[in-house]
């Protein structure tokens, strides 16, 4: 039972240049997520989605697209970097109980910077 | 709507000492929360979390949360700091029906040996 996994770890791109990070979990998960970790800003959440088939727009999506591609598997894209998408990105997810507010787990991160 | 303010961006200990980190929120529902901890290089971990149980909350590592309505807080103690506590702690707010967390900008704790 691995978790959450994240590819890749590490990246450097130039500006202008578009990459995708990959996400998977295997814990039968309905709800994922995307945050972008700055310092001092905490987390914040890009984009979300609550099932298979459903993206919805979180706190900082501009320059970011998503992709639910089935149940296990949300990427983030990245259709033209800026130096200001230099981040830690982390991926989580949340069985989404019927209270609807349940234990994200968390990826270990990518480390992206944007030259 | 719902934040969450951390105070205190940087907390240093005694290692032995009384951990206490602080975590006010604000919620026009009755909320739930959390908090999680980071350590270098690794994602987050959940510590514990109040789902509207019990108001003092036992985590794990010797942690614990009191949940205090009247205060809108949820600070995180320990009574003995150990030098593995070292890390950075967030405080996380949802509400019933979304699935969304607010995240603080989190406390980085460091243990004076």
């Known amino acids: 039972n691995a978790g959450v996994t994240q590819t890749p770890k590490f990246q450097v791109l130039k500006t202008g240049q578009s990459m995708t990070l990959q996400c998977a979990q295997d814990m039968n998960h309905n709800s994922m997520y995307w945050y972008r970790q700055d310092p001092g800003m905490g987390l914040r959440l890009i984009y979300y989605?609550?099932?298979?088939?459903?993206?919805d727009k979180g706190e900082v999506p501009n320059g970011y697209n998503v992709s639910r591609l089935n149940k296990r598997e949300f990427s983030l894209r990245l259709e033209s970097a800026a130096p200001s998408q230099t981040s830690v990105y982390f991926c989580a997810s949340s069985e989404a109980l019927a209270s609807g507010v349940d234990t994200q787990y968390f990826g270990p991160g990518t480390r992206l910077t944007v030259l | 709507a719902q934040s969450v303010t951390q105070l205190g961006s940087h907390v240093s200990v005694s290692e032995g000492a009384l951990v206490l980190l602080r975590c006010n929120y604000s919620?026009?529902?009755?909320?739930?929360l959390f908090w999680y901890v980071q350590y270098p290089n690794q994602g987050l971990q959940l510590l514990l979390k109040?789902?509207?149980?019990?108001?003092l909350v036992k985590g794990i590592n010797g942690f614990e949360a009191e949940f205090k309505k009247s205060e809108t807080s949820f600070h995180l103690t320990k009574p003995s700091a150990h030098m593995s506590d070292a890390a950075e702690y967030f405080c996380a707010v949802g509400n019933f029906g979304n699935e969304k967390l607010t995240f603080g900008t989190g406390t980085r704790l460091t243990i004076i040996p």
């Open positions: 919620s026009s529902v009755p909320p739930y």
């Open positions: 109040y789902t509207s149980a019990a108001t």
């Open positions: 989605s609550a099932s298979e088939g459903t993206t």
